[in-house]
C-alpha cells in the first residue's frame, strides 16, 4: 500500500492492516462514483428519446406542418407515459441500486398472494391470450420476506410473461428446497437467445425484437427485481429457449 512507503513503522502488522483497509475504502468508493456516473448517462439517454419524440411532434404542429389529429394526441399520450413510467422506474432503481429501499421482513405465507394475483392478471389476459395457472401447494411453509416487495417482484415477472407470450400458458409454480422456498414463472413465450440471457437482468436492457415489436417496455424491471430478491437475501435465475419461452425463478428464505 501506499502508507508503507511513507511510514517508518510500516513493520507493525496493525498499521499495515490499517492501510490495507484504507485502500480498500478508497477504491469500493471510486466504483460507486463510477456506477453513479454511469447510471446517469443511462438515464440520459433513455429519457431523451421520447422527449425528441414529443418535442419533434409539438414544433410540427406549432408551425403547422402537421394537423392535429386524434393519431398526433395517442402518440404524443404514449410517449408522456412512458416518460412517467421510465421516471417512476428509475426512482425504484436508484433507491434498490443504493440499498435505501426499506424491507419489512417477516414471516408470511405467500400464497393468498399469488391467489390473488392471479385473479388480477388473468383478468388482463385477452381470450386467444396465453391461460394462467399457480400450482403451488395448498399448505405452504412460512418464508421470511416483505409482502410488497416479494409483489413487486412478482408484478414485474408476471408482467413481462403476458407482454412476452402471445399464446399458450403461463404457469406460477412453488415448491421448497433446503431451506428456500422458490417461486417460478413459466411461459411459453417468444423467449431470450442464449447469447441475451447474460444481459437481461442489466438495466435498460431490452432484446431487439421486444424493442421493435413489444413496446411499452423500459428494460429497468428486472434490474429492479434482482435487486429486491437480493434484499431479501435470495436468488434470482432464468432459463430460455428463444421461440419456445423462458422460466424465471426466485427464491425466498424459509422462516
Ligand atoms: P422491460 O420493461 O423491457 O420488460 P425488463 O427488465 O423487465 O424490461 O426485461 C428486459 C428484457 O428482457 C425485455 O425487454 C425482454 O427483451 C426480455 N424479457 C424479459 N422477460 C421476458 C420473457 N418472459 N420472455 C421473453 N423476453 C423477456
Same mark, same amino acid.
Given at each position: ?60 404542429? /406549432? ?12 402518440? !404524443? ?23 435505501? !429501499? ?19 392478471? /388473468?383478468?388482463?389476459?385477452? &381470450? ?6 399457480? &400450482? ?60 441475451? !440471457? ?29 435487486? !429486491? ?11 430460455? &429457449? ?12 424459509? /422462516?
Amino acid at each position: 500500500g501506499q502508507l508503507d512507503e511513507r511510514l517508518p513503522l510500516s513493520g507493525v502488522p496493525e498499521l499495515n492492516r490499517l492501510s490495507a483497509s484504507f485502500n480498500r475504502m478508497a477504491a469500493s468508493l471510486e466504483g460507486v462514483e463510477a456506477r453513479r456516473r454511469e447510471l446517469i448517462q443511462d438515464m440520459t439517454h433513455e429519457l431523451r428519446t421520447p422527449l425528441t419524440v414529443v418535442r419533434g411532434y409539438l414544433e410540427e404542429l /406549432a408551425d403547422g406542418g402537421i394537423k392535429p389529429t386524434p393519431e398526433i394526441y395517442q402518440r !404524443l399520450t404514449k410517449e408522456t407515459k412512458r416518460l412517467e413510467r421510465l421516471v417512476n422506474d428509475l426512482q425504484e432503481l436508484s433507491k434498490a441500486e443504493a440499498g435505501y !429501499l426499506p424491507v419489512n421482513i417477516q414471516p408470511m405465507n405467500l400464497r393468498p398472494l399469488l391467489e390473488s394475483l392471479v385473479e388480477k392478471f /388473468a383478468d388482463q389476459l385477452l &381470450e386467444d391470450g396465453p391461460v394462467l395457472r399457480l &400450482e403451488c401447494p395448498l399448505q405452504l411453509p412460512f418464508v421470511l420476506a416483505d409482502i410488497d416487495r416479494t409483489e413487486q417482484i412478482l408484478v414485474n415477472l408476471l408482467g413481462n410473461a403476458v407482454r412476452y407470450t402471445p399464446t399458450g400458458s403461463i404457469i406460477i409454480r412453488v415448491w421448497t428446497e433446503e431451506s428456500k422456498l422458490w417461486i417460478a414463472v413459466i411461459d411459453t413465450g417468444i423467449g431470450i437467445a442464449a447469447s441475451d !440471457l447474460p444481459h437481461v437482468f442489466e438495466r435498460f436492457w431490452r432484446t431487439d425484437t421486444s424493442r421493435d415489436r413489444y413496446s411499452g417496455g423500459t428494460g429497468i424491471g428486472l434490474t429492479i427485481s434482482r435487486s !429486491l430478491v437480493e434484499l431479501q437475501s435470495g436468488q434470482i435465475e432464468v432459463e430460455s &429457449e428463444l421461440g419456445s419461452g423462458s422460466t424465471f425463478r426466485f427464491s425466498l428464505p424459509l /422462516a
